[in-house]
T-cell receptor
Framework: GQNIDQPTEMTATEGAIVQINCTYQ??????LFWYQQHAGEAPTFLSY??LDGLEEKGRFSSFLSRSKGYSYLLLKELQMKDSASYLC??????????WGAGTKLIIKP | ETGVTQTPRHLVMGMTNKKSLKCEQH?????MYWYKQSAKKPLELMFV???????ENNSVPSRFSPECPNSSHLFLHLHTLQPEDSALYLC???????????????FGPGTRLTVL
């Protein structure tokens, strides 16, 4: 079967750096998405990786290793507004999105 | 981001009621999706429409009935639901179905459904 694993919950301090990991086993691979979802709101697109390596976008960066079936989202200079759930999703060989259960990130002052 | 809107935002209904959820996208996209989001579970894809044609139904119970009258609007008709159907129902749209791995889905804020 297809599977996406990410930690259920993480806690970090304002101003610090946090890394949210995502591992996957899917039938085929056509890219990996990260979304941010604040409580009671829509998931919003953060990043898309299809090639190995690091993509940087402001305070957020996303890394992919296809050989290891692994990605991470790196958040720098954490702010209170970064408290949210972060969803990892993989595009499989049928171009369907396979979703992880999400990681709830709690930022403390 | 107000490209995808959903109404109502909250809905409480009894098991014998009939209600409908509405989704509208203002992005000119050709594909629309209904998802169910339950606490601590992955998003569950329910229905997919491409150019108003239903292309996927992931074994969803018949008490959920989708309707796509045009490429901008999507409905989810609900009848005789069960308490376990209580969840957040999300609508999304993308440019094309199967338009390549980078075809990003844009989500509405969801309808929080409670079935008593």
């Amino acid at each position: 079967g297809q599977n996406i694993d990410q930690p259920t919950e993480m806690t970090a301090t304002e101003g610090a750096i946090v890394q949210i990991n995502c591992t996957y086993q899917t039938s085929g691979f056509n890219g990996l998405f990260w979304y941010q979802q604040h409580a009671g709101e829509a998931p919003t697109f953060l990043s898309y990786n299809v090639l190995d390596g690091l993509e940087e976008k402001g305070r957020f960066s996303s890394f992919l290793s296809r050989s290891k079936g692994y990605s991470y989202l790196l958040l720098k200079e954490l702010q209170m507004k970064d408290s949210a759930s972060y969803l990892c999703a993989v595009v499989d060989s049928n171009y369907q999105l396979i979703w992880g259960a999400g990681t709830k990130l709690i930022i403390k002052p | 981001e107000t490209g995808v809107t959903q109404t109502p935002r909250h809905l409480v209904m009894g098991m014998t009621n009939k209600k409908s959820l509405k989704c509208e996208q203002h992005l000119g996209h050709n594909a629309m999706y209904w998802y169910k989001q339950s606490a601590k579970k992955p998003l569950e894809l329910m229905f997919v429409y491409s150019l108003e044609e239903r292309v996927e139904n992931n074994s969803v119970p018949s008490r959920f009935s989708p309707e796509c009258p045009n490429s901008s609007h999507l409905f989810l008709h609900l009848h005789t639901l069960q308490p376990e159907d209580s969840a957040l129902y999300l609508c999304a749209s993308s440019q094309e179905l199967g338009g390549g791995g980078s075809d990003t889905q844009y989500f509405g804020p969801g309808t929080r459904l409670t079935v008593l």
